[in-house]
């Protein structure tokens, strides 16, 4: 199916720490992988995605690696900072269909 | 340049009443969807339309209808509100199926 499992659902770290997200994926048509940020209050906002065609990408602070044949995806986030904490999710789309399926979401605590 | 612009932010519905979410963008994108938030349970898709005069279902439709006659433009109709339905709604819109979306910020719906 087209089902996302995330893990962890909440994550405490120190500030400078680095924090890892990871998910994982049933559907083998899944090409897309887009993870979003939700602070309090607010739509959740794309912050990094990567395509089935690329194992992993970088934007300063934040990675995301995909391994394919394991059908799972992660997030890192580096030297992390008190305005990192918020919700992170992982989704998927691709295959016959249109719709982008979203994890439960993890609740990170960036602790200063 | 508004983006994805959501009304009401706030609602509160009495049992078997009706009201209409609105969702407008103004980035020309083909791809619009609705969410419906809840904790524990992440982003559960609605209904999403992939472009004007065509919308399907999604994982929880029930409910709730859509329509979509014009690119800018997706409102979500609550037929007979329940307190099932006591939610957040996010509506969400992409240039494409591949490209990451850009949410509004949210109507919290309360049924009593």
């Known amino acids: 199916g087209e089902n996302v499992e995330q893990h962890p659902s909440t994550l405490s770290v120190q500030e400078g720490d680095s924090a890892v997200i990871k998910c994982t994926y049933s559907?083998?048509?899944?090409?897309?992988f887009p993870w979003y940020k939700q602070e309090l209050g607010k739509g959740p906002q794309l912050i990094i995605d990567?395509?089935?065609?690329?194992g992993e990408k970088k934007d300063q602070r934040i990675a995301v690696t995909l391994n394919k044949t394991a059908k799972h995806f992660s997030l890192h986030i580096t030297e992390t900072q008190p305005e990192d904490s918020a919700v992170y999710f992982c989704?998927?789309?691709?295959?016959?269909?249109?719709?982008?399926?979203f994890g439960k979401g993890t609740l990170l605590t960036v602790n200063p | 340049n508004a983006g994805v612009t959501q009304t009401p932010k706030f609602q509160v519905l009495k049992t078997g009443q009706s009201m209409t979410l609105q969702c407008a963008q103004d980035?020309?994108?083909?791809?619009m969807s609705w969410y419906r938030q809840d904790p524990g349970m992440g982003l559960r898709l609605i209904h999403y339309?992939?472009?004007?005069?065509?919308?399907d279902q999604g994982e929880v439709p029930n409910g709730y209808n859509v329509s979509r006659s014009t690119t800018e433009d997706f409102p979500l109709r609550l037929l007979s509100a329940a307190p099932s339905q006591t939610s957040v709604y996010f509506c969400?819109?992409?240039?494409?199926?591949?490209?990451?979306?850009?949410f509004g910020s949210g109507t919290r719906l309360t049924v009593v």
């Open positions: 980035m020309n994108h083909e791809y």
């Open positions: 989704s998927r789309s691709g295959g016959s269909n249109y719709k982008l399926t």
């Open positions: 559907d083998s048509a899944s090409n897309y």
């Open positions: 339309s992939v472009g004007a005069g065509i919308t």
């Open positions: 969400a819109s992409s240039y494409s199926t591949g490209d990451g979306y850009t």
């Open positions: 990567i395509r089935s065609n690329v």
